[in-house]
C-alpha cells in the first residue's frame, strides 16, 4: 500500500498563487509517476498535471502556461505550484501516485479561487 499525504490548498483572489504539496509513502517504487486531478461542483474529475520519476511533465490544456508540476527533493514528493489563478480553478485537487499498475489518491484539498 501508499500513502498520500497533500496540503496547500487554500481561499485565494484571482491572480494569486498557491502551491499544493503531495507525499508518498509506504510501498513504494523508484519508477512512477505523480501528479494531480481536480474536480469541481458538477463536473467530472480530469487530469491537470502530472511527471514521471525521470521529470517528463504533462499539463491540461486550461493550466498550461500557469501551473507547473515539480518533484521534491525528497523521493516520492511532488509540488504543484499554481499561478495566475482563475475562479475556474476553483476545484478539489487530488493528488496520485501511479506504480507497478496501481493509482493511488490522496485525500483531496480545496482550492477556492475568488474574483
Known amino acids: 500500500q501508499v500513502q498520500l499525504v497533500e496540503s496547500g490548498g487554500g481561499f485565494v483572489q484571482a491572480g494569486e498563487s498557491l502551491r499544493l504539496s503531495c507525499a508518498a509513502s509506504?510501498?513504494?517504487?523508484?519508477?512512477?509517476?505523480m501528479g494531480w486531478y481536480r474536480q469541481a461542483p458538477g463536473k467530472e474529475r480530469y487530469m491537470v498535471a502530472s511527471?514521471?520519476?525521470?521529470?517528463?511533465?504533462n499539463y491540461a490544456d486550461p493550466v498550461k502556461g500557469r501551473f507547473t508540476i515539480s518533484r521534491g527533493d525528497v523521493e516520492n514528493t511532488a509540488y504543484l505550484q499554481m499561478n495566475s489563478l482563475r475562479p475556474e480553478d476553483t476545484a478539489v485537487y487530488y493528488c496520485f501516485y501511479t506504480s507497478r499498475g496501481y493509482t493511488y489518491w490522496g485525500q483531496g484539498t480545496q482550492v477556492t479561487v475568488s474574483s
Open positions: 511527471i514521471t520519476t525521470g521529470g517528463a511533465t
Open positions: 509506504g510501498s513504494t517504487f523508484s519508477l512512477n509517476y
